[in-house]
C-alpha cells in the first residue's frame, strides 16, 4: 500500500490538473460506466492514477471505497458537497499525492 498525503494542485501542476481532467471527462465509456453506477442514487468518484505526468489507469469507485482508500476531510467534504446529476468527483493520485475536484457536466 502506498503512502499517500492530500495535497492540492501547485502552480506548476496546473496544466496536469486540466490535461487529466480533460483526459477523463472526455472518455465516454468511463462517463457511462459512472452514470450507470450512480443510478441507484449512490455516489461514485471517478479515481484517476497519474504517474511521470501521464494518465496510467482511470476507474469508476463507490462513495465508500474511495473514502476507504483515501481517508482525507476534502475527499470526504466532497462526497457531501457534490451532486451526481450535475457534477463528477475526480479524486487525481499523482506521486504520493491525493487532490480532489469537483467538474460540472453540464
Given at each position: 500500500?502506498?503512502?499517500?498525503?492530500?495535497?492540492e494542485?501547485?502552480?506548476?501542476e496546473?496544466?496536469l490538473d486540466?490535461?487529466?481532467?480533460?483526459?477523463?471527462m472526455?472518455?465516454?465509456?468511463l462517463?457511462?460506466?459512472?452514470?450507470?453506477?450512480?443510478?441507484s442514487?449512490?455516489?461514485?468518484?471517478?479515481?484517476?492514477r497519474?504517474?511521470?505526468?501521464?494518465?496510467?489507469e482511470?476507474?469508476?469507485?463507490?462513495?465508500?471505497?474511495v473514502?476507504?482508500?483515501?481517508?482525507?476531510?476534502?475527499v470526504e467534504?466532497?462526497?457531501?458537497?457534490?451532486?451526481?446529476?450535475?457534477?463528477?468527483?475526480?479524486?487525481?493520485v499523482?506521486?504520493?499525492k491525493?487532490?480532489?475536484?469537483?467538474?460540472?457536466?453540464?
Amino acid at each position: 500500500m502506498e503512502d499517500l498525503v492530500y495535497q492540492e494542485m501547485s502552480e506548476e501542476e496546473n496544466a496536469l490538473d486540466w490535461q487529466i481532467t480533460r483526459k477523463v471527462m472526455s472518455d465516454r465509456v468511463l462517463m457511462k460506466t459512472l452514470e450507470e453506477s450512480q443510478a441507484s442514487g449512490e455516489k461514485h468518484a471517478v479515481v484517476a492514477r497519474v504517474q511521470e505526468g501521464t494518465l496510467r489507469e482511470a476507474y469508476v469507485s463507490p462513495e465508500a471505497a474511495v473514502k476507504k482508500l483515501f481517508p482525507f476531510d476534502p475527499v470526504e467534504q466532497a462526497f457531501g458537497y457534490y451532486d451526481p446529476r450535475d457534477g463528477v468527483c475526480l479524486v487525481i493520485v499523482r506521486d504520493g499525492k491525493v487532490v480532489v475536484s469537483i467538474n460540472g457536466v453540464r
